[in-house]
């Protein structure tokens, strides 16, 4: 018998010693029970043959250039956010089709960001721009929110790279909030189901080189309003 076994026999003998003279306290050791199995995971469907062709992608999967905007020194709290939408939605419809009058709609609606009057501008969809760098590359994003007639809220995202304009994010859905967790950005937006509502968590991915929804749930939500139109898919950028 080697020095560590004999040790490890010397133990369990002063183990006995303590438990025997402890008999009836209250505090000795007890057995816990039975311990349940562990279960590992179980594979549904072993045999299923590989898909043919992948899914339809679900937001965007590659950024898209926005010609036209200049952004001097490379800072883009120095482009006004209606001049790169106004842009981005003529070249890139994102969600909508051009020939779709909520689309249509927007476009004209953009013009009114440059009227001078007061009133126009009051109809500009464009709403309140926010800035925060969410590909970490330590500059600062441009945020923007557009209102469209349909009653959806179409949320863009802009990056500069060698100081040309690029969008990285486009979605539209029926938005009840959103909200910025450090570079992550979490879109709350109605479901179909009534009482429950869709969270997305739209972060960077550095290999696509776009923001991508890294987690989309459905959880109880006791203020969302019934909604009877299916959800809208979210935009998917192939093939701009």
């Avoid at 009058?101 to 009051?122: I, K, M, Q």
Wanted: proline letters at 8%.
């Amino acid at each position: 018998m080697n020095r560590s076994r004999l040790a490890l026999t010397g133990a369990f003998a002063a183990l006995a010693a303590v438990l025997a003279g402890g008999c009836g306290d209250p505090g000795g050791l007890r057995g816990a029970g039975a311990t349940p199995t562990a279960q590992g995971p179980t594979h549904l469907w072993p045999d299923l043959p590989p898909p043919s062709a992948p899914a339809e992608d679900y937001g965007a999967i590659e950024s898209v250039r926005v010609t036209g905007v200049k952004v001097p020194g490379g800072d883009l709290r120095k482009v006004d956010p209606a001049d790169v939408v106004r842009a981005d939605f003529e070249q890139n419809p994102g969600t909508y089709d051009p020939s779709d009058a909520s689309y249509r709609e927007t476009v004209e609606r953009l013009d009114d960001c440059a009227d001078d009057d007061s009133g126009a501008r009051e109809r500009c969809p464009v709403l309140k721009a926010y800035y925060r760098d969410l590909t970490g590359d330590r500059k600062d994003d441009l945020i923007v929110g557009v209102s469209t007639p349909d009653d959806n809220l179409d949320i863009r995202v802009y990056a500069e790279e060698e100081r040309r304009l690029t969008q990285i994010m486009e979605m539209s859905d029926a938005v009840l909030g959103v909200e910025l967790a450090g570079r992550d950005l979490i879109i709350r937006a109605v479901s179909s189901l009534p009482g429950y509502e869709y969270h997305t968590v739209w972060s960077w991915d550095s290999h696509q080189k776009t923001m991508l929804p890294k987690r989309d749930e459905i959880v109880r939500s006791g203020n969302a309003p019934r909604r009877k139109t299916p959800r809208p898919a979210p935009s998917t950028s192939a093939g701009r």
